[in-house]
């Protein structure tokens, strides 16, 4: 009798053994594991508006020299796609931490600004008014402040 029941406490433990094995629970990843998936998805969205940033530059030195045609396309054909695109890329982002939700926030603040005010800029440039092409450009350095400042906040994890 002992003989024939080797088998099944053989089959019972094993059992247990798998059952136990496949019910443990993962260790949820920690605060720098989560920080650092985040910061990956948050670096997509800094090298699109870099490209947008990038774009306002162009622009302003088409102004510089007196191209305002060649300033209006800049903003037009490159920097509010770039803009655009960022703008989709970080409001689909999903952050684990509140670090990156944080960062992705002020990104998405930084990018609606952007959009907003490049019509401004561009009705700047289209009619020349030296005042208000002034009001433009330093609303688009303000932006850039602001900007420099999160991509340096999230270059470096802080």
């Known amino acids: 009798m002992i003989r024939k029941l080797a ?18 629970q993962q260790a949820a990843p ?23 940033s ?12 007196g191209d305002a045609g060649a300033a209006s396309l800049v903003v ?7 803009v655009d695109e960022a703008l989709r890329t970080a409001e689909s982002a999903t952050m684990k931490s509140d670090w990156g939700k944080t960062k992705r926030d ?10 907003a005010e490049m019509p401004k800029y561009d009705e ?16 688009q350095a303000a ?3 602001r900007a420099l400042a999160t991509v340096g906040a999230v270059q470096e994890g802080r």
Do not use: W
């Open 7 to 24: 088998p099944l406490r053989f089959s019972f433990a094993f059992s247990v053994a798998m059952l136990a094995a496949c019910s443990r």
């Open 30 to 52: 920690d605060e720098a594991t989560l920080r650092a998936d985040d910061k990956r998805e948050l670096e997509r969205v800094v090298a699109i508006d870099v490209r947008a």
């Open 54 to 65: 990038q774009a306002m530059r162009d622009a302003d030195d088409a102004t510089r020299v």
């Open 76 to 82: 037009t054909s490159r920097a509010a796609p770039a």
């Open 106 to 115: 002020e990104l998405v603040a930084i990018l609606r600004d952007r959009k």
């Open 124 to 139: 700047a440039v289209k009619g020349g008014d030296p005042e208000k092409m002034l009001a433009a450009i330093q609303a």
């Open 143 to 145: 932006i850039e402040r």
